[in-house]
């Protein structure tokens, strides 16, 4: 069973740090592409940041850029999201999600259609 799982969400104040993990099951294969979506009440969902499982490359959204960094270590099959300076727009569910590239050759991580899911974790950053 494909399964996703997410831990490390929690409450900050303005300008804290939360390190997210992604946690797959064995049916994610090391290849796969691994994003970051969050979902904040009466906002549309956002692409927060991915990671290449082909070559580590990396998208973030010009919202985190320079503050949130993502990294995978495939022995413990996990994706973690380091969010620093955090704001209270930051606030929000985190979702973490597994795209397969294998019929999308070329694409960067952020092209891709994800369709593997966790529960999501929640993020709240109070000002």
């Known amino acids: 069973q494909i399964q996703l799982v997410e831990t490390g969400g929690g409450l900050v104040h303005d300008g804290g740090s939360l390190r997210l993990s992604c946690v797959a099951s064995?049916?994610?294969?090391?290849?796969?592409?691994v994003s970051w979506v969050r979902q904040a009440p009466q906002k549309e969902r956002e692409g927060v940041s991915c990671?290449?499982?082909?070559?580590?490359?990396?998208y973030y959204a010009d919202s985190v850029k320079g503050r949130f960094t993502i990294t995978r270590d495939n022995a413990k099959r996990t994706v973690y999201l380091q969010m620093n300076s955090l704001k209270p727009e930051d606030s929000g569910t985190y979702y973490c999600?597994?795209?397969?590239?294998?019929?999308?050759?070329?694409?960067?991580?952020?092209?891709?259609?994800?369709?593997?899911w966790g529960q999501g974790t929640q993020v709240t950053v109070s000002s």
């Open positions: 999600s597994a795209a397969d590239p294998t019929y999308s050759a070329g694409s960067a991580c952020n092209e891709l259609k994800y369709d593997y």
């Open positions: 064995e049916f994610i294969e090391d290849y796969y592409a």
């Open positions: 990671i290449s499982g082909s070559d580590g490359s990396t």
